[in-house]
């Protein structure tokens, strides 16, 4: 019987480590679950942070090419009246000596 009754201490020692191991495993097992989720709603706010950032950029550089048609026009537009200028100082010259 003393045995038989040993046999069963140990046992019963052998099933409560492997409940506690068990326990901690499970324990862990939804930390670990708990850390994934998190990191993958940080990754989705991420994208979506990413995707506005990169609209935002694709606005800039839609602005910027506008900005460079609007300069370039602008620096057409002062040529034509320096032309303009030129050509009315002409002819009040020639108006001018006209007079004389």
């Excluded at 506005?52 to 839609?62: F, L, M, T």
């Excluded at 030129?86 to 007079?99: F, G, H, Q, V």
């Amino acid at each position: 019987m003393k045995k038989n009754a040993k046999a069963e201490d140990e046992t019963m020692l052998l099933d409560e480590e492997a409940g506690e191991l068990l326990e901690r495993l499970t324990e862990r097992v939804e930390r670990a679950v708990d850390t994934i989720q998190k990191l993958r709603k940080e990754r989705d706010d991420l994208r979506t942070r990413l995707d506005e950032v990169e609209k935002q950029i694709a606005e800039h550089g839609n602005a910027a090419e506008e900005l460079s048609g609007l300069q370039s026009e602008i620096d057409r537009f002062q040529n034509e009246r320096h032309e303009v200028r030129s050509r009315i100082s002409r002819i009040l010259d020639a108006l001018a000596a006209l007079d004389e």
